[in-house]
């Protein structure tokens, strides 16, 4: 029986595709949990949004979204963002498997998994960070302060992006 021999894994694109997925599973948890527990992560754009636990510093405080339908839009729509990231990652993580089975060139994969990555950094980094954390002064929150979490998921995915980019020496 004659021994087959395969290209051997590259480090860098199966680095790729492990952190890619990694993200993908993180992102669809992330919206499956706040789709099937809704009210959990509502009460905290809510409270976040309404900058009821702040300081409450007149010079503020007009920031503040009190309108409850304004916060679950805002709501519903992290979790289309969350969603809709989490599926280009998977479609991303999928590119990026063939790809490595395959031994051919990344170029699609990379383009992807850089598209659902750039949509987690955009989340965690602009919505949380810079919007929730700053804009609605959630660093002021003991109780509802996501900034630790947002930071973490932004340096993950920044990470992840960082690898996605890097070419191995054959694809140069």
């Known amino acids: ?3 087959r021999t395969t290209r051997p894994l590259q480090a860098l694109p199966l680095a790729a595709t492990v952190l890619t997925g990694t993200v993908a599973l993180y992102m669809a948890l992330v919206a499956f949990g706040n789709i099937t527990d809704f009210g959990t992560n509502q009460a905290f754009v809510q409270h976040v949004l309404a900058m009821d636990t ?3 510093d007149p010079d503020l405080m007009w920031r503040a979204v009190e309108s409850r339908t ?3 839009i805002a709501y519903v729509l992290i979790i289309i963002w969350e969603t ?3 599926l280009v990652l998977v479609a ?7 790809e ?3 031994g051919s060139g990344y170029a699609g994969a990379r383009r992807v998994a850089t598209a659902g990555l750039l ?3 955009l989340l965690f980094g602009a919505g949380f960070i810079a919007i929730g954390g700053e804009w609605f002064s959630m660093w002021q929150s003991k109780t509802w302060n996501g900034l630790e979490a947002a930071t973490r998921n932004f340096v993950v995915a920044g990470v992840a992006l960082v690898v996605v980019q890097m070419r191995a020496a054959d694809e140069r």
């Open 1 to 3: 029986m004659p021994i």
């Open 54 to 56: 702040t300081f409450k």
């Open 70 to 72: 304004l916060q679950n």
């Open 84 to 86: 809709a990231a989490a």
């Open 92 to 98: 991303a993580t999928v590119l990026w498997a063939r």
């Open 100 to 102: 490595l089975r395959r």
């Open 119 to 121: 949509m987690v950094l």
